[in-house]
């Protein structure tokens, strides 16, 4: 249907400056929101630590802490670009090595460095919150994160992470966890602990020539101390040690060593120790 002509129209002319002013403003939006332009940038993640990348002579020496080894399995928590996982994979041999990260730029920019490393066969990136994560199968656990996290991590890692695991932290430690071992590096403190077995309790000890007796174990993370009860005698355990799943104790001057699996203890061939015992916790 044409549409109907009226015959010309006069407008004054003010009425033609206001009419061409009404066509700017209304132009200026419909240009604004052309297709062509960039979108708006998606709010940042919000993230439990800062990124501060951790410098490259503390992940030679946190790795050298930790006694990475070939057949271990590295879990870095807030891996940022995944320098500690890439190291531990190409300069340690380690068989695979998987890194944790709340933010998706870094674990972009983590996945990225594996490709240039030739490595990425060899390493995971995941992006998501490390305390919905599991790394129970963890050897090795590295981490740069703020204190107030490695609390939260303690019970988690004590929990879950087999005994023997080493938990390697740059610059923070673990509040009463006190670590095995600590090292000054490049101005901040490298902690590392050995996740200790769960000892305490009561167990019953069985020597070689048939003997028996009642150990009774108590337990602080790595600091365990206790009592022996035999026959018309309670002895204290004395020159007590428990790393990772070994375990030492002395009794009225007799060295035990042993190697704790659940709820049994076996006895470690060593030089000066009790050659054959074993117990069962009860």
Partial sequence: MRARILGPCRTP???????????VIWLVPVQAASFEDP???????RLDVPYVPTP???????LEMADVQPDDYLVDLGSGDGRIVISAVRDWQVKRAHGI???PVRVSEARANARLAGIEDRVTFEEGDLFE???SEATVLTMFLLPRVNLRLLPVIQETLAPGTR?????????????????MVEGNYVYLWIVPARVAGDWRVTTEEGDEFTLTLYQTHQAIHGSAVKPGRVFTLEETLLRGDQIRFSIDGQKYAG?????????LDDDG???SWHARRF
């Fill in 13 to 23: 002319r003010w009425g033609m400056s206001f009419v061409a002013a009404l066509l």
């Fill in 39 to 45: 979108l708006p940038p998606l709010p940042p993640v």
């Fill in 133 to 135: 994560k599991d790394f």
């Fill in 259 to 267: 190697r704790i699996d659940g709820d049994t203890m076996q006895a």
């Fill in 101 to 103: 990260d709340l933010d």
């Fill in 167 to 183: 938990v390697v932290s740059h610059a923070f430690d673990m509040g009463a966890w006190e670590p095995d071992y600590r090292e």
């Fill in 56 to 62: 490259q002579g503390v992940v030679r020496r946190m």
């Fill in 273 to 275: 120790v009790v050659k």
